[in-house]
């Protein structure tokens, strides 16, 4: 039978227009969160990070915001290019000054001409 | 900069085989970790290497073996191989106590028959 693991999340979109990937996180001690962005056969490159005391940060293009009440994430990327085309992790690092992320499952963005 | 490489980029193996995974780090980088990236999900950390010894691991068996060399470069071996452990095997590099910052190799695909 199939497998619903290999069925991600998928965000579709047309080029220009503005992407939110949503991540819920598991561990509500968790102090530090980073967005990796993941293209066919290459490894997660690192996007944007946010420590817990904070609810936003912005990059270019990017915007993380950070909700600890509902353990939600999520990542806007403005004006989306084909190039954004890519899968998504969320990842969280628990406190303790713990430098192993536990990534989530992933989101595939779909970014249309 | 070469950035983190790892070799090969494909294997294919029968179930009981034995695998080695090769991984070198970015430069200037003294700790590597691997990860197993099932196809739809995200990374799980397998292990941790520093100062050629195992520093932190994650949840996986025994089979899961690894070093790391006085260059840094590391290697990953899996014995008694199953066909679960097919996977994409990512190396990823950072300075020791780098929170967060790993960079990572663009994998290795294990395929398991």
């Known amino acids: 039978g199939e497998s619903v693991g290999l069925h991600l999340p998928t965000l579709s979109v047309q080029e220009g227009d503005n992407s939110i990937i949503n991540c819920a996180y598991s561990?509500?001690?968790?102090?530090?969160f980073i967005w990796y962005k993941q293209e066919s056969g290459k490894g997660p490159q690192f996007i944007i990070d946010?420590?817990?005391?904070?609810d936003k940060r912005q990059g270019q293009r990017v915007t993380v915001l950070l909700n600890k009440t509902v353990k939600h994430l999520s990542l806007q990327i403005a004006a989306t290019q084909p190039g954004d085309s890519a899968v998504y992790f969320c990842?969280?690092?628990?406190?303790?000054?713990?430098?192993?992320?536990?990534f989530g499952r992933g989101t595939s963005l779909i970014v249309h001409p | 900069d070469a950035g983190v490489t790892q070799s090969p980029t494909h294997l294919i193996k029968t179930r009981g085989q034995q695998v080695t995974l090769r991984c070198s780090p970015k430069?200037?980088?003294?700790?590597v970790s691997w990860y197993q990236q099932a196809l739809g999900q995200g990374p799980q950390f397998i292990f941790q290497y520093y100062e050629e010894e195992e520093r932190q691991r994650g949840n996986f068996p025994d089979r899961f073996s690894g070093h790391q060399f006085p260059n840094y470069s590391s290697e990953l071996n899996v014995n008694a191989l199953w066909l679960g452990d097919s996977a994409l095997y990512l190396c990823?590099?950072?300075?020791?106590?780098?929170?967060?910052?790993?960079?990572f190799g663009p994998g290795t695909r294990l395929t398991v028959l």
């Open positions: 946010i420590r817990s005391n904070m």
């Open positions: 430069s200037g980088h003294d700790t």
């Open positions: 990823a590099s950072s300075l020791v106590d780098s929170r967060g910052e790993q960079f």
């Open positions: 990842a969280e690092l628990p406190p303790g000054g713990s430098y192993i992320p536990t």
């Open positions: 561990n509500s001690a968790s102090d530090y």
